[in-house]
């Protein structure tokens, strides 16, 4: 349908700002997202990510900035002419139409001949467990079904960039996750780019090639998800993505270590090099620290390392989760329950918790404490 | 909740009553346009189609006939293509303007007709249009639009925006979105609609009687007849007219079940 260059970004947008009256919602956020990649948007509600969806499809108009669609400049190129699906938060079902019609919609439009429609409908209904609905109409589906053929229509015509803004956020968690798998298998079948609009960290983490974390009408990081996870780049990333162990306090270099002195705890990474702060933030995350029973006495102080007395202790089917009272802190410590080898603790109990140097992030004190 | 008998009883008996009081004097309209007494007084004195006869054989009652019907589809035309637009204005815009607008709209409905029509006269006739069927359809216009517009933006402000916009993502191009999309949700609003502004029309004489000039229209005509009395001639029109009525809402309702797809 559309010739694809072979190397430009499938969808970019450049130093994209957009206002409504008195409200930023969008400031210089620029964007690239490579053919075939699935990428998720994340960030808490009103960050701006369905107005940044509504500018790459046409449907708002940035204040400014440029919009590219597979290399071509589209920023002032009607919705209809732009090789762009989007899955609308609120589903957008046509009430006047069946099911099948409205899955069928696009390719009505197109003109393609019935019975391949019919049968393009019907593989897109299986595939979304909707089968036998085809018939009915669309005030008659729950709320997970409506999300679910909303899904197909936008996928019936194949669209080279598909949006999708929160499409699962309706599903129950079990075909949340059936969906999930569902449909990256599906992205990665037809090639196309997914543009993937999400409330649910694990969601990101578990579909996406790469994830755009915003935050107040920004991008304030991007990476896969093991780069935007494991190595945050601001207290906002650290705090939003996953859970985070967080210590304050002023940086030293000594011998190509990087220390941070956080009171009666002292951080030390060698893998910090390029981080030339002078005071700071490390941030680490709960399965990054070990937990051992108290093996001696000694109270001096050693870098990565504490003691401290188990103030909460948490069965979480598939983990065991800690709040660990140290000298002046507390830390959120997770370990994977089951393994018969992993000694479990009790509120009240002893411990020395630990972590590697690996397991560290220092985040330049920028933003707010 | 239940109610007793007795009050079921009372209730079925008072709105009878009502509904006999306010059909009453159709019916009796109805009765003597059969009655071949020659004047409307009881007692009735044995049926006859003669009125009838006399009504369609009639060439001025005819031709006042045929206006009424072009000035009431002229009118409905019009406000169509007219009142569309502006329902979507009213009901898709938020602004100050636009409650103006919308005041401006309503304004027909709070003024007294016969004033319309003499507003309306004199403005003809100080820009120097001659009266006809033309002028009728201007005035008819004026009054009717408020009904079609604010029931069509009723009804669009009804519809999620972004029904629209979700045609627009899947290819739609404007017209083809609001063809295929906004006009199927919209199509019983505007049959409702303009079966106001038929029956309205019709019915309208005060405007009718002081823009359309020398012709005449039904309601004219009638009124013409009945400074002679109330002939039994007025009672065949006005059956005539009931009839009308009551077949296009019969129409109407066909049509608005249909669905259109
Ligand atoms: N049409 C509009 N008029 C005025 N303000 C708007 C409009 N659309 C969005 N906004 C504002 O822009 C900001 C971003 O909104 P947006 O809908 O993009 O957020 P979001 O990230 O999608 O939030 P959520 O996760 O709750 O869906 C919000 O402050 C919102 O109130
Ligand atoms: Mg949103």
């Known amino acids: 349908m559309t010739t ?82 989007l899955v609308f938060q609120r589903y957008a079902l046509f009430p006047h139409m069946t099911v099948a019609e409205n899955v069928g919609f696009a390719l009505r439009l197109r003109g393609a001949d019935r019975s391949a429609t019919q049968a393009r409908v019907q593989e897109l209904l299986d595939l979304f467990q909707l089968g036998q609905f085809g018939g009915r109409s669309i005030d008659q589906l729950s709320g997970g079904q409506a999300q679910r053929v909303a899904l197909a229509r936008a996928l019936a015509d194949s669209p080279p ?17 059936a969906m999930q798998l569902e449909l990256r298998r599906l992205q990665k ?24 974390l915003m935050n107040n ?63 700071g933030w490390a941030c680490i995350r709960p399965e990054a620290i070990r937990i051992e029973a108290r093996s001696d006495n000694k109270t001096e102080r050693r870098p990565n390392a504490a003691a401290g007395r188990v ?52 985040i330049e004190d920028a933003d707010n404490a | 909740m239940t109610y007793g008998r007795a009050s079921i009883i009372a209730f079925t008996t008072y709105t009878c009553v009502l509904l006999a009081f306010l059909f009453a004097p159709i019916a009796v309209v109805i009765l003597f346009s059969f009655d071949s007494k020659g004047i409307a007084a009881f007692p009735f004195q044995g049926p006859t189609l003669s009125w009838y006869q006399a009504v369609i054989a009639d060439p001025i ?18 406000c169509i293509l007219i009142g569309t637009s502006a329902a979507f204005v009213i009901a898709r815009t938020r602004s100050p303007s636009t409650t103006a607008f919308a005041g401006l709209m309503a304004l027909p409905l ?66 083809k979105a609001f063809a295929t999309v906004t006009l199927p949700l919209i199509r019983s609003a505007m049959i409702g609609a303009a079966l106001l502004v038929v029956a309205w029309s019709l019915d309208e004489f005060s ?32 059956a005539l007219m009931v009839l009308a009525t009551i077949l296009l809402v019969c129409i109407v309702h066909r049509l608005a079940d249909l669905k259109f797809r």
């Open chain 1, 4 to 85: 694809t260059s072979s190397s430009g970004p499938a969808v970019a947008v450049e130093s994209i700002s957009k206002r409504f009256g008195a409200v930023q919602a969008l400031s210089g956020v620029s964007l690239a997202v490579a053919p075939g990649r699935f990428v998720s948007l994340l960030g808490p509600s009103g960050c701006g990510k369905t107005t940044l969806m509504r500018i790459i499809a046409g449907l708002d108009r940035q204040s400014e900035g440029r919009v590219l669609i597979d290399s071509r400049d589209m920023s002032r190129t009607a919705p209809h002419r732009r090789p762009v699906g």
């Open chain 1, 161 to 177: 960039v598909l949006l999708l803004d929160e499409p699962m956020s309706a599903l129950d968690l079990k075909l949340r996750q």
């Open chain 1, 189 to 212: 079948q037809i090639g196309a780019t997914f543009l993937f609009v999400t409330h649910d960290q694990d969601e990101a983490m578990v579909m996406s090639d790469e994830i755009v």
């Open chain 1, 217 to 279: 009408g920004e991008i304030v990081q991007q990476g896969t998800p093991e780069e935007v996870y494991g190595r945050p780049r601001s207290l906002f990333s650290a705090r939003f993505l996953g859970e985070a162990n967080l210590f304050s306090g002023p940086l030293r270099r000594e011998a190509g270590a990087t220390l941070l002195d956080a009171g009666s705890l002292l951080l030390k990474s060698h893998a910090a090099a390029g981080f030339a702060a002078t005071r």
């Open chain 1, 311 to 362: 103030r909460e202790a948490i069965f979480q089917g598939a983990y065991r989760r800690y709040v660990v009272e140290l000298d002046g802190h507390s830390v959120l410590v997770q370990q994977p329950a089951g393994s018969d080898a992993a000694p479990t603790f009790g509120e009240g109990d002893r411990v020395d918790v630990s972590w590697s140097e690996s397991g560290i992030t220092y």
């Open chain 2, 61 to 78: 009652i005819r031709k006042a006939a045929l206006n009424s019907v072009i000035v009431a589809v002229g009118t409905t035309l019009a």
């Open chain 2, 110 to 175: 709070l003024l007294p007709h016969l004033l319309l029509g003499i507003a309306l006269l004199s403005f003809f006739n100080s820009i120097g249009i001659g009266l006809s069927l033309w002028t009728a359809i201007i005035g008819h216009v004026l009054i009717t639009l408020p009904f079609l517009v604010f029931t069509l933006s009723a009804r669009i402000a009804g519809i999620d925006p972004q029904l629209s916009e979700a045609a627009a993502t899947l290819g739609a191009s404007p017209a």
């Open chain 2, 207 to 238: 405007v009718s009687f002081l823009t359309i000039g020398s012709s005449n229209t039904l309601p004219i005509i009638i009124w013409g007849q009945m400074r002679a009395g109330v002939s039994p001639t007025v009672n065949a029109i006005s």
